[in-house]
């Protein structure tokens, strides 16, 4: 509750803000008008004065319609609402007005005794207004025929911050007045003390003490010190002129007054201010543009940002204090950050036409997003490619096929064919070709996907049909919308980085898909937890369909198309390559960790002959390399299903080879299976809808 008048007697601290007695005696020795006007009733002297200042009564009552709801002084000031990684260290502040509100008790006495001394020395004795300071104020202001100063105390200070602008004009200055006589009391001298701390600019977009000694020295007002304090203080009258971080020599002149000041009052003494000054070096933090640019993870902060508007409105996070927690981990969003833009860089002096990239980290158990890359530099393009840039996932849309593939029964040493093949559609005939413009022979599932082979890819889809393949993808974690034509399985449909991470995550975690989560919790500046999430996970593939793909996919980093992000520990994952060499991928992952790369141009130019395997596989092992050095080189536990069965294959080592006349059977038979295959239109041919062909896609 709040006291209706100011308390009765001083507090211990506000004593102590207090000027020294011989202070207080040289003020009574001031004029005897002065005097009796501080005893007079005071509300009616100012209003008086205000109206014969603005011009009689009218202007007295055109005054008062700018006064607003005094209840207003009881609310809070605005603070920001503060972004924490999963350690629990800020890495951003969305705000408005950058403001954190501390207690009074946590201000340091010498921070609240140099503000005093500088903008309001007689605090404690007037109940709102200064008549001395107002008449010093008019005085000067007649002299510079303008108005310049306005001679406002503390209270008044506070009363137009909140409720009023800071226009300089009569009207405005009288509802000033009757604003800082209500508050007065309503509020005692402490409480106006502390809201005005919180609420006054120092400059450098730091609202408030805390955040000013944040910004300026990169510690907690509470362990600020008189040479600090006196610094501060000095800023309020023009935080913009006399910042430190512009004119240093200004700032300490300032500092010096406010010191002198301290002095004269009575609050410090000549020894003080020596030991200040010998002892107490200003050691100003690193200076920073606060806002947007000097958020920690701005590609991660912009993905959440959006959520918490919709659910909490514009008002709450820009103005309400909410505490919001994540799931960032600080030391890999930073080697992510390092990986992307060495990776670039060396793209670029190779003059490869690679100007853009995005990199995804998740981890798989929680499906908790640790890390997330949206471009080459925030400043230069907000743009989020992470999650915003839908881009054509080229053979790495291949392990959908195969997953799908391996859950109807297929088996990785099951033999595909590698030959020229052609589809009809409305408008011809489409041939898909391999990216080396040559053909295998009959080849095994696993080798098609660790060399990436386009037609057994394209064979196998027309098989299980686009349909099934697209069931399996959803329920994996692609939720962009997928064409069910043939040229699917050459990556035509597109995608982003973040589901393409999500989805090999549920390989990784033997078929279990983990939703990408980024936040955990939000507080409010109450401490009520207005949201909890956790993990939430669901089955999507079986565990023996998954291990059989990870294995496979191992293939890819050790022999296959992916040799470049092999990082010495057991990882899976597979390249992928968009037509003209438009997009280049790498997904992969460990038993703990799931990392998706894409590189390319904003303009969807074409690179040169970039690859999945060279540029963004650099770029992946980079990155995991450091991301999982904390974490045991362990490898996936095969499933019980599986020993059997491979227990099983080594016993029949010892089965009679096959006879002549079976060889030439099964020879025969899949020679006139493939004459039926070539013979046979297709299901589902590579449409558009419209009766054109989608082109074939390069092999990653």
Known sequence: MHSERPESGPSHQESNARPSRATQQKNQRAPRWLRAARVAPKAGVVLLIAALAAGGLAGLA?????????????????????????NGELIASV???????????????????????????????????????????????????????????ITQQLARSVFL?????????????????????????????????NQVYFGQGAYGIEMAAQVYFGKPASQLNLAESA???????????????????????????????MVQLGYITHAQVHEAGAKQSIKLARPRNVGLTSMRAPY??????????????????YRGGLQVYTTLDPAMQSGADRAVRDGLDEARNARLNVSQGALVAIDVRTGYIRAMIGGYDWTQSQFNR????????????????????????????????????SYWSGAGYWRPKNYDKRFRGPVTLRRALEQSINVPAVRTMNKLGPDRVITVARRMGIQSPLEPNLSLALGSSDVTVLEMASAYATLANMGVHSEPLAIRQVVD????????????????VEVEVAYRMVDIMKGVITRGTGRAANIRRPAAGKTGTSDDHRNAWFIGFTPYMATAVWVGNDDNSPMKKVVGGTVPARIWASFMRDAVASTPPDDWDRPESIEAEIRRARRAVNVPPPTIEEIMRQAIMQQLKQHLERATPAKNPGDDGTGRLKPPKDDG
């Open 386 to 421: 992470a999650y915003q840039a839908h881009r054509q996932a080229g053979s790495a849309f291949k392990p959908f096929i195969y997953t799908t593939a391996i859950e109807a029964g297929w088996r990785p040493w099951k033999m595909l064919l590698d030959a020229p093949v």
């Open 525 to 540: 500046q109450h401490g009520k937890v207005l949201e909890q999430n956790v993990p939430r996970r669901q089955p999507a």
């Open 300 to 317: 991660f902060v912009s993905y959440i940002l959006p959520h918490l508007l919709e659910r909490y409105g514009e008002e709450q996070v």
């Open 95 to 153: 705000y408005r007005e950058n403001r954190e509100y501390i207690a009074l008790d946590q201000i340091p006495l010498v921070m609240q005794q140099a503000v005093i001394a500088i903008e309001d020395e007689r605090f404690f004795n007037h109940s709102g207004i200064d008549l001395q300071a107002i008449a010093r104020a008019a005085w000067r202001n007649l002299q510079a025929r303008e108005l310049r100063e306005g001679g406002s105390t």
């Open 165 to 197: 602008t800071s226009e300089r004009t009569l009207k405005r200055k009288v509802a000033e007045v009757v604003l800082a006589l209500e508050i007065e009391r309503r509020l005692s001298k402490r409480e106006i003390l502390e809201r005005y701390l």
């Open 62 to 86: 055109a005054a008062f319609s700018l006064v607003p709801d005094i209840s207003k002084v009881y609310d809070p000031p605005s603070e920001a609402t503060r972004i924490y990684a999963a």
């Open 231 to 261: 610094m501060l203080a000095g800023l309020i009258r023009a935080p913009s002129r006399y910042s430190p971080y512009r004119n240093l020599d200004l700032a300490r002149y300032h500092q010096r007054l406010v010191l002198k000041r």
